[in-house]
T-cell receptor
């Protein structure tokens, strides 16, 4: 399983755009990149998933360069409620048994 | 979207007793579920893969006799912490995929179970 590396923590202010980059140098051909958000004492919540180029949904964008060795989660105009831990995971989702290993995650602190 | 439900959300038990945690996929079937454990201010650690109708696959270092996993139906997996001790106190989280929506569907997580062993 590909290992991921993210910054341990980031600070931002309300209304700013936040970009969190994840490194996954050993990503395999069949691997997808998935980002989760976790609040204290809750299970992780799916944010976005992609394979290559750019993916956008109602809450975030995911940018993946051509070599797929990294990815960037972009959160537009963050609010205080976006303060959470964000995890980047890489794995083969198409396999029913495709387990995902969590890295250390990035603790995002949004300040007023 | 796919919903994974865990029960109970929290439990307190005495040392030496056993505790069962249930994980249900509410609106989809899951032949495979994953159990994670999370200590305070740490990341999630994969404990085991629960397989419907067969034995669970445990990660290295996880005692299978300590953490009994049963996946008797396509919507229910249970984790039983046997002879619990204070060091087993942790946040246990299960997850599953809804492959009916297509390949590479993401994992959906339950809201976790906070276990405190006194």
């Amino acid at each position: 399983l590909a290992k991921t590396t993210q910054p341990i923590s980031m600070d931002s202010y309300e209304g700013q755009e936040v970009n969190i980059t994840c490194s996954h140098n050993n990503i395999a051909t069949n691997d997808y990149i998935t980002w989760y958000q976790q609040f204290p004492s809750q299970g992780p919540r799916f944010i976005i998933q992609g394979y290559k180029t750019k993916v956008t949904n109602e809450v975030a964008s995911l940018f993946i360069p051509a070599d797929r060795k990294s990815s960037t989660l972009s959160l537009p105009r963050v609010s205080l409620s976006d303060t959470a831990v964000y995890y980047c995971l890489v794995g083969e989702g198409s396999s029913n048994t495709g387990k995902l290993i969590f890295g250390q995650g990035t603790t995002l602190q949004v300040k007023p | 979207g796919a919903v994974v439900s865990q029960h109970p959300s929290w439990v307190i038990c005495k040392s030496g007793t056993s505790v069962k945690i249930e994980c249900r996929s509410l609106d989809f079937q899951a032949t495979t579920m994953f159990w994670y454990r999370q200590f305070p201010k740490q990341s999630l650690m994969l404990m085991a893969t629960s397989n419907e109708g067969s034995k669970a696959t445990y990660e290295q270092g996880v005692e299978k006799d300590k953490f009994l996993i049963n996946h008797a139906s396509l919507t229910l997996s249970t984790l039983t912490v046997t002879s619990a001790h204070p060091e087993d106190s942790s946040f246990y989280i299960c997850s599953a995929r809804d492959l009916s929506v297509g390949p590479n569907s993401p994992l959906h997580f339950g809201n976790g179970t906070r276990l405190t062993v006194t």
